[in-house]
């Protein structure tokens, strides 16, 4: 059983910063692909970010590049998206998601667990 629990969202102005972070219970969290998605209204969620099990490998969607950074703590069981320059248009819910997979993916398929979003709010 995985559960992911993501914090860390809010509301900021365009060109601010945000940390979001997840929380994992789960036995091997070391195993696990992490990527972090998310969805605007009335959009189809999209991946953001992915990292591999050991923190080697990353995948960031283009319009993110630059400006996000997902990293990991495998001894704390934890996955974090530091979100930099924000813009209006990353206004979403971000969700948290897991795959046992020690291959870097980062489609939506691929992903076996997921938390229950965090609301990022960005003001222009």
């Known amino acids: 059983q995985v559960h992911l629990v993501e914090s860390g969202g809010g509301l900021v102005q365009a060109g601010g910063s945000l940390r979001l972070s997840c929380a994992a219970s789960?036995?091997?969290?070391?195993?696990?692909?992490m990527g972090w998605f998310r969805q605007a209204p009335g959009k189809e969620r999209e991946s953001v970010a992915a990292i591999s099990w050991n923190g080697a490998k990353t995948y960031y969607t283009d319009s993110v590049k630059g400006r996000f950074d997902i990293t990991r703590d495998n001894a704390m069981d934890m996955v974090y998206l530091q979100m930099n320059s924000l813009k209006p248009e990353d206004t979403a819910v971000y969700y948290c998601?897991?795959?046992?997979?020690?291959?870097?993916?980062?489609?939506?398929?691929?992903?076996?667990?997921w938390g229950q979003g965090t609301q990022v709010t960005v003001s222009s």
């Open positions: 998601a897991a795959a046992d997979s020690y291959e870097l993916y980062h489609e939506q398929g691929a992903f076996n667990y």
């Open positions: 789960v036995r091997n969290f070391n195993t696990f692909l």
